[in-house]
């Protein structure tokens, strides 16, 4: 069972820039499609990112398209998201996720950590 661990998160001003890391406590982290969640107080979670194991083929949300790039190394059992041009909405505790290549669900989830961006 894969077991993920966010780290990066903290307190920034508007404007700001954060790189969070996920690593993956597995030898198999290439058969893992990866990604980035957020959950925002009363809100509902909301996909961020998405990496396929190649570390090339990429997706975003639109909310993040253009701000936010998603990176993955293999060799580091790692994945990565930058985070530029932060606005105070973006203040959340963002979440690294993993599912099996082919699956449609996202089944394992790292613990968060939390990103405040200040006005």
């Known amino acids: 069972q894969v077991q993920l661990v966010e780290s990066g998160g903290g307190l920034v001003q508007a404007g700001g820039s954060l790189r969070l890391s996920c690593t993956a406590s597995?030898?198999?982290?290439?058969?893992?499609?990866m990604g980035w969640f957020r959950r925002a107080p009363g809100k509902e979670r909301e996909f961020l990112a998405a990496?396929?194991?190649?570390?090339?083929?990429?997706r975003y949300a639109d909310s993040v398209k253009g701000r936010f790039t998603i990176s993955r190394v293999n060799a580091k059992n790692a994945i990565y998201l930058q985070m530029n041009d932060l606005k105070p909405e973006d203040t959340a505790v963002y979440y690294c996720?993993?599912?099996?290549?082919?699956?449609?669900?996202?089944?394992?989830w790292g613990q968060g950590t939390q990103v405040t961006v200040s006005s």
């Open positions: 996720a993993a599912k099996p290549n082919g699956d449609e669900e996202w089944s394992r």
């Open positions: 597995t030898r198999y982290f290439v058969n893992y499609a």
């Open positions: 990496i396929a194991n190649s570390e090339r083929h990429t």
